[in-house]
């Protein structure tokens, strides 16, 4: 049987000594601000939605309304945590968060309607994917669209912080990293998915479809005449209706635009917009083959 070890009053004075010290060390935006939203909630509020979205059952067996309103009031909380970082009192804050739950409620069937076309995409295109359920539960690209989606409707309405933090809960648990602020059309289908980067200013058309790797990035900063970052400018590239872009691509540049219909070969570079219907693929590589050192000792 162990005893409990209770710490000396010396070492409490150590401890209280160290967090005070790490409080004054803090960033100052982060001091000013007691209350943040917490991580684990707005990624729990994410991964439900998604249950609820496609109509997967509660484990604990709870009907859809009884499971939104526990989603609506966790999340709600945060949102009003995010919004208490600029109001000045947290009625105020209270307030703004009310009012954008209530649009995102109002948004969610949309919503609904815009994964359902993703969906359909997803099991039009791959040839791997045996059921709709499949997809819905396994595939890490639709999950990350239906965080994405709600991300994005919340980035919309103004919502501090939390669109961000969905996104990453998001690339967390998938290995794809979507912006929130990046506007995607209907039936987009990202295939395996893992290490896709879609930045802040990326305009996705309708029935794209990207593979694992691919990049949409910015090809330079632009800076201010006292060297600070200009923001809010474009800085990602367009996708027209019906590109795909295969694995390991990287396209960049805000005035780069990928004309309808084109297809970006694995590996290719591509810092310049390109016309519709267009093949673009990197110069060709000749490959050398010849037996193995191994194989040819093996046959001594």
Not at 179 to 189: D, E, L, M, T, V
Not at 235 to 257: E, K, M, Q, S, W
Not at 270 to 279: I, K, N
Request: glycine letters at 8%; hydrophobic letters at 40%; a positive charge.
């Amino acid at each position: 049987m162990t005893s409990k070890r209770h710490p000396t009053i010396a070492q409490s004075r150590s401890v209280k000594s160290i967090a005070r010290a790490l409080a004054r060390g803090a960033p100052r935006e982060m001091r000013q601000n007691r209350m943040f939203p917490d991580h684990d909630a707005v990624a729990w509020t994410a991964l439900n939605l998604h249950r609820v979205i496609f109509g997967i059952c509660d484990p604990l067996g709870e009907p859809t309304d009884v499971t939104l309103q526990s989603i609506f009031e966790i999340l709600g909380a945060e949102i009003a945590a995010a919004h208490s970082t600029e109001a000045k009192d947290a009625a105020t804050a209270k307030s703004h968060a009310d009012k954008k739950l209530r649009a995102l409620m109002k948004a969610l069937p949309k919503i609904q309607r815009a994964l359902i076309i993703d969906l359909e995409s997803a099991f039009n295109r791959d040839p791997a994917a045996r059921t709709r359920a499949e997809i819905v539960l396994c595939y890490p690209g639709l999950r990350a669209l239906c965080v994405h989606r709600i991300a994005h409707e919340l980035d919309r309405l103004g919502v501090p912080l939390i669109p961000r933090m969905l996104a990453e809960s998001a690339h967390d648990s998938t290995g794809i990293d979507i912006h929130p602020s990046a506007k995607i059309g209907s039936g987009f289908f990202v295939d395996h998915g893992t290490s896709v980067v879609i930045g802040e200013t990326a305009v996705i058309g309708k029935n794209c479809t990207l593979y694992q790797g691919v990049t949409l990035g910015a090809r330079r900063f632009d800076r201010h005449a006292d060297g600070s970052l200009r923001r809010g400018v474009k800085r990602h590239p367009t996708l027209c209706d019906n590109v795909t872009v295969y694995a390991n691509a990287t396209i960049l540049g805000g005035d780069t635009i990928i004309g309808k219909g084109s297809t970006i070969a694995a590996g290719a570079l591509v810092q310049e917009s390109v016309p519709a219907h267009s093949l673009v693929k990197p110069a060709r590589v000749e490959l050398t083959v010849a037996p193995s050192k191994k194989q040819s000792h093996s046959g001594k």
